[in-house]
């Protein structure tokens, strides 16, 4: 009889251990928590405290003369000293690639074009072509540029002819390892795009840096009377 007595002890015994380390787990893990809390509403308010200070003394740095000082130039070099050949020069970007899609199809094909940039840029067979169309796409955007500044304006007035000859793409035939494949419209429209950000952005950033070293030595040149420097100051 004794060991049927002793049973029931022992499992009454167990429980009470479990109960109590079940309830010791639980008030470590509160505390715990408790305290994650609290420190991630320390470190709230710190990084609150430090953004409104660094926003404060931002602000004020930014104001005034230096403010003014930076906002002008910034704006004309990214969007161009006057809003009207901004906009004109992004328009243009439109019938410039429309005229130079229809010009590549209706004159040397794309695939004469592709093998005349793959021998240019290889080196195998150069192709005058390639390096007069590189040149006035170059002229262009130097152009702009020493009129307009605006870096945003001349790399879409550079990268329309570009996406043009990207879009003349279309309609061809393409062959692949695993077979032949004509080139669907998604597709050339892609291609295009990555031509005019690989090529286009690249040609127009040269273009405006020619453009505004002109821009610069024309003013000097000028010596602040004259033509010269009011075309300086367009």
């Known amino acids: 009889m004794r060991p049927e007595r002793s049973l029931p002890a022992a499992s009454h015994r167990a429980a009470s251990i479990a109960l109590t380390a079940l309830s010791w787990t639980m008030t470590a893990f509160g ?7 609290s420190a991630l509403g320390w470190t709230w308010t710190i990084a609150r405290s430090t953004l409104a200070t660094a926003t404060r003394k931002g602000r004020s740095l930014l104001s005034g003369p230096v403010k003014r000082g930076l906002a002008g130039p910034v704006r004309h070099g990214l969007l161009g000293r006057r809003v009207a050949v901004s906009l004109l020069a992004g328009l243009l970007s439109v019938p410039l690639a429309l005229l130079t899609t229809w010009w590549v199809r209706s004159t040397m094909g794309y695939a004469t074009l592709e093998a005349w940039v793959r021998g240019t840029w290889y080196g195998t067979e150069p192709a005058l072509v390639v390096f007069l169309g590189v040149a006035a796409l170059l002229v262009l955007a130097t152009a702009s540029a020493a009129v307009n500044s605006g870096l945003v304006p001349t790399t879409l007035l550079v990268a329309g002819p570009v996406f043009g000859v990207g879009v003349a793409r279309y309609g ?3 062959t ?3 077979g032949a494949s004509v080139v669907s419209l998604p597709d050339a429209v892609a291609i295009a795009a990555l031509f005019a950000v690989a090529f286009g952005t690249p040609i127009a950033v040269c273009g ?6 002109l821009r610069r030595v024309t003013a000097v040149l000028a010596d602040g009377s004259g033509p010269l420097s009011r075309l300086a100051d367009i």
């Open 31 to 37: 505390r715990a928590f408790a305290l994650c809390l």
């Open 176 to 178: 692949y390892e695993y």
């Open 208 to 213: 405006f840096v020619l453009g505004s070293a």
């Open 172 to 174: 061809t035939t393409v």
